[in-house]
């Protein structure tokens, strides 16, 4: 008779119920992970037989100007939406916790609608100011110089980063702001009470005792910013009508995955690309634990 541990006896209902959960994540998780890996060293537009490259993806991927533009315009959108977002939400959440004596659900549900919208319709609400053709801001600009302007935003290659930047801030303020107020609420204000009795100035609570209190939210609020910077896809997809503007000027990572492995059917040379990003984004990850466990010994 074999024998069998009393965990394992009537284990069989136990796998029965578990076995829906499993079979969508070996489909949906393990196998994409698994058949993107080996279509970084394949050759392979979807049609005809598939064929052992090596590490040729990748090297022609950092050999492609479009590709190190896209990196570069994927740092200059993260490094910009992710000060003014993260500063943004930084200022609303201390005035709304100092100076909101109700309603501060209000202030929630408010700056975090921009959220709920769909991209597409944010970029045509962005296009209404900024269109070259009756555009609000040309309307302005036209009033205050006296001459009709008809200036294109949207074709510029310096301007593009900007309103695409400005399309993140306005969609991401509101989540930040939310983790910020949620850190801010967890200070306890005894600390507060002893510092005005001291009469310590406000500038002085804020930088010696809010901010330290308040890293391990900044920390976070950050390197979520950051991770969604790095896989940046939505806001210059809508906003470029998916061509990335003038000369590429606001083509992200995200976009350059795309554009390889749908629009040109290299699936290859996109999974090479997706695995950059990873190595990107598990990079990040592994700073925010460090940072993490730094602040973890210093309490």
């Not at 896809?233 to 083509?251: K, S, W």
């Amino acid at each position: 008779m074999s024998y069998r541990p009393k965990l394992m006896q009537g284990a069989g209902p136990l796998w029965l119920t578990m076995t829906p959960f499993l079979v969508i994540f070996l489909a949906f998780s393990v196998f994409p992970v698994l058949f993107s890996a080996w279509l970084g060293v394949h050759d392979w537009d979807g049609f005809s037989p598939p064929r052992f490259v090596g590490l040729d993806n990748y090297s022609t991927a950092l050999g492609d100007p479009v590709f190190r533009k896209a990196v570069w315009n994927t740092v200059h959108v993260w490094f910009w939406s992710t000060l003014f977002t993260c500063g943004l939400a930084l200022t609303l959440a201390v005035l709304i916790n100092e100076y909101a004596l109700f309603g501060r659900n209000y202030f929630r549900l408010v700056f975090l609608l921009p959220l709920l919208v769909a991209p597409a319709i944010a970029a045509i609400i962005l296009r209404v100011f900024f269109t070259a053709n009756g555009g609000l801001v040309n309307m302005l600009i036209g009033e205050i110089t006296g001459t009709p302007t008809f200036f294109s935003w949207f074709d510029s290659e310096f301007w593009i980063k900007p309103l695409v930047i400005l399309l993140v801030i306005w969609r991401w303020t509101g989540w930040h702001m939310i983790i910020f107020l949620a850190g801010l609420q967890a200070i306890p204000r005894d600390i507060y009470e002893a510092a005005r009795l001291e009469g310590v100035s406000r500038w002085s609570v804020f930088s010696r005792i809010t901010l330290p209190l308040l890293a391990p939210a900044l920390a976070f609020s950050i390197i979520t910013a950051t991770l969604g910077g790095l896989q940046m896809f939505d806001e210059p997809f809508v906003l470029t009508q998916g061509l990335g503007g003038t000369d590429n000027a606001a083509t992200t990572l995200g976009m350059y995955l795309y554009a390889t492995a749908f629009t040109q059917f290299d699936f290859g040379l996109g999974a090479a690309v997706s695995w950059y990003i990873f190595a990107a984004v598990v990079a990040m990850t592994l700073l925010y634990r460090r940072i993490s466990a730094g602040m973890g010994a210093t309490r």
